[in-house]
């Protein structure tokens, strides 16, 4: 038997020669790909699996000097080359997966296992190219599957390490020196592994070229070492590159979702959402650079028609075609949004007002042209608002209103066109209105509203005879409001439900007061909206407050005007003898400002009728006025009712009404409404 010696020199040597040629290899790689033109790329990458390449065929064929082989041994020159091939052409696969803006997790896989049967396949064809006269070469197949296994472990590592640390290895020579030691482990594992697999036979005899016992089981043990290692290091990199991969599409899914946040479900076009957003980049931007931009508030007319007689699916189809036909008319620096049902918003940056003035048009004219849905044209138009930054606002809520506003004018104008922003003086009211309506909904539950009493007096001795309780408003900014300023805003918005109640409740308890302190200035009128005069809950809290108070119900009083009497004449007498069968005195406020006043009259179960004031500013004696006043006094007091007149403001109207009959007056002649620490110091003013 022959045994197969190492000179432990040459293996050292070409351990080294791997070592080195590798990181040459990867060197070269990373230099040349990072500096070379793309038209060089494939140039490159063929010098660079040339060096790779011969760096695996070197090791091989060092390794195989290091053995002492019999004299009568050689190599193939054809498939010595064939071997370096073989090498060559893996070593650039590698080079190529490891340049790519990528790695997934099955293209990993696929260049370890391409990368490994590179490797295999050269160090294999290699041993084919020795000849032994007289003998022929077996192999174990176990080791020849560990050796394969660590050539495709070691690459697979080999890649990955590359791959996750390509930026900083330009930059450090022990990441380079890493990644080469892994091939190089790679390399020197699969030769001598192979090595160990093999044995020489001899044709003739029994006589065989084989390693001593003692070497044999050594580099069994580093063999097997080796691929644990290797295989356990190529799945750790396996199960990282897949979390990895996982991270990476959960990140995707998050970006997804996001993006689905911030973009309308219908024309995925980005939404009021995606705006604020936006604006916060746009106006930080522009702040610094003093540009102008433009928003252009666009809302289709009369859409809904669309909807109601062509169906919904269709009016969807209108607004993603529409969305679509404007899309063509914008350039890099115009963002269109979809902000509602069929409004959308386009914001232009850089531009001045004539250009946005010329895209509105453009736009106008688009919407113009005939809509082709399910076979059916539709035509349509739309009204367009512009507002200006910084001129119309310097906030994203500023222009935007300011924009909506001038759509609204575009569409007050005859629709179909297009209206910048003006401010004007209704414009302003309805803007203070808007943030007055705001601090409402703030005043309701801090309790900011308290009541004033305006007397009303007897005609003949000017004694009070009841006063009536007005709302007033003590805003923390700008001081005590009247009612004229913020009813109608509290109508709106249905807050005039709760007011009603409060003041409705803050009379019981100043009659429960005043019963208690013996003083009579009953009764205590309070007007009911139209709102709350149909509310549901109206008699059930009448009720509870007439309970939980303790008062006389005919000390209070509640006023409806004549208008709301009017609204639904039939539901208004129900109303009104429900509440004075709980005994609470009716009275008609604004009376003569409604409309047939006197064919209702006689029904209406009311205890009182006031007079409106419009009756009382211009009256004179033998005027019209004064004429169809004594026609209201007269046919009220033959209806068993009590007359009040408003607005009394001069002597002389005091004096004409006190004698056409009017029993009560009320008027800033004789108090103006006063807080009730008042009430007693102007009830004794007048009679004094």
């Known amino acids: 038997m022959i045994h197969v010696h190492y000179d432990i020199n040459l293996v050292i040597g070409s351990i080294f020669v791997a070592l080195l040629t590798c990181y040459f290899a990867i060197s070269i790689e990373q230099l040349l790909f990072r500096n070379a033109p793309p038209r060089f790329e494939k140039l490159v990458l063929a010098a660079s699996g040339a060096i790779l390449g011969l760096s695996i065929w070197a090791m091989h064929f060092v390794g195989m000097s290091a053995s002492h082989m019999p004299a009568n041994a050689y190599f193939s020159t054809g498939l ?12 650039i696969f590698a080079i190529w997966l490891t340049t790519r803006p990528t790695l997934p997790f099955a293209r990993l896989i696929l260049g370890a296992v391409l990368m490994g049967l590179g490797i295999a396949g050269m160090h294999y064809t290699g041993m ?17 599957i560990c050796s394969i296994l660590i050539a495709i472990s070691g690459s697979g590592l080999a890649f990955w390490m590359l791959f996750k640390n390509r930026e900083l ?70 199960l990282e590159q897949r979390l990895e991969q996982r991270s990476r599409q959960l990140a995707q899914a998050n970006k997804e979702l996001a993006n689905q946040a911030v973009l309308d479900n219908l024309t995925k076009l980005p939404n009021r ?26 809302d289709l007319d009369r859409f809904k028609a669309v909807n109601d007689v062509f169906g919904h699916h269709v009016g969807d189809q209108l607004l993603i075609q529409l969305a679509n036909r404007i899309h063509t008319l914008l350039n890099d620096q115009s963002k269109l949004l ?31 042209e005939s809509f082709l849905i399910i076979g059916k044209s539709i035509n349509i138009s739309g009204s367009i608002g512009i507002s200006l930054f910084p001129e119309h606002g310097e906030n994203v809520q500023d222009l935007l209103i300011n924009a909506d506003a001038a759509m609204l004018a575009s569409k007050n104008q005859g629709r179909n066109t297009y209206s910048f922003f003006n401010f004007s003086e209704e414009e302003k009211e309805s803007r203070s209105q808007s943030e007055l309506i705001n601090d409402l909904y703030k005043a309701v539950d801090a309790h900011q509203f308290e009541l004033y009493y305006q007397p009303k007096f007897r005609a003949d001795n000017l004694e009070i005879c009841g006063v ?43 009659i429960q007061e005043w019963e208690q302190q013996g003083k009579n200035y009953f009764p205590i009128a309070v007007n009911l909206s139209a709102v709350q005069f149909e509310h549901k809950n109206l008699f059930k809290n009448l009720e509870e407050l007439l309970a939980r108070y303790q008062i006389n119900p005919k000390h209070l009083m509640i006023e409806i005007t004549e208008s709301t009497a009017m609204h639904h004449i039939d539901s208004t007498i129900r109303t009104l003898e429900h509440l004075r069968d709980m005994g609470i005195q009716l009275a008609i406020d604004d009376f ?91 009830a004794t003013a007048i009679a004094s």
Request: charged share 20%; hydrophobic share 50%; aromatic share 8%.
């Open 169 to 238: 290895a330009r930059r450090s020579i022990w990441v380079k020196a890493s990644v080469a030691l892994m091939l190089t482990l790679t390399i020197v594992g699969m030769h001598y592994t192979g090595m160990a697999a093999s044995s020489f036979h001899s044709i003739g005899g029994h006589d065989m070229v084989e390693m001593t016992m003692l070497e044999r089981e050594l580099l069994i043990t580093v063999v097997f070492t080796t691929c644990l290692v290797l295989v356990a290091g190529f799945s750790v990199a396996m």
């Open 338 to 368: 979809r902000i509602g049902g069929d409004e959308f918003l386009l914001i232009m940056e850089n531009v001045m007002p004539e250009e946005a003035a010329k895209l509105a048009e453009d736009i106008l004219h688009t919407i113009q």
């Open 128 to 144: 084919m190219s020795m000849v032994v006269q007289g003998h022929i070469i077996r192999y174990d197949s176990l080791l020849v």
């Open 468 to 510: 009536e309780a007005l709302i007033r408003w003590q805003h923390p900014t700008l001081g005590l409001l009247s009612p004229i300023m913020f009813i109608k805003g509290a109508e709106k918005t249905g807050l005039i439900i709760p007011m009603g109640y409060w003041a409705l409740e803050e009379a019981c308890r100043q």
């Open 80 to 91: 010595t080359v064939a071997s370096y091939v073989i090498a060559f052409i893996a070593s």
């Open 273 to 298: 959402l995606y705006l604020s957003e936006y604006a916060h980049f746009l106006f930080n931007d522009h702040q610094y650079r003093n540009a102008q931009f433009a928003f252009l508030y666009i």
């Open 592 to 682: 003569g400002t409604g409309h047939s006043s006197f064919l209702y009259l006689k029904n209406l179960p009311v205890n009182e009728l006031k007079i409106d004031k419009e009756f009382i500013q211009g009256l004179i004696a033998d005027s019209k006025e004064e004429m169809i006043l004594e026609s209201i006094i007269h046919l009220a007091i033959k209806l068993g009712l009590k007359v009040t007149a408003e607005g009394v403001e001069t002597q002389s109207q005091a004096d004409i009404l006190a004698r056409l009959g009017c029993e009560q007056l009320q008027g800033y002649l004789l108090s103006r409404p006063v807080h009730v620490q008042e009430l007693r110091a102007t």
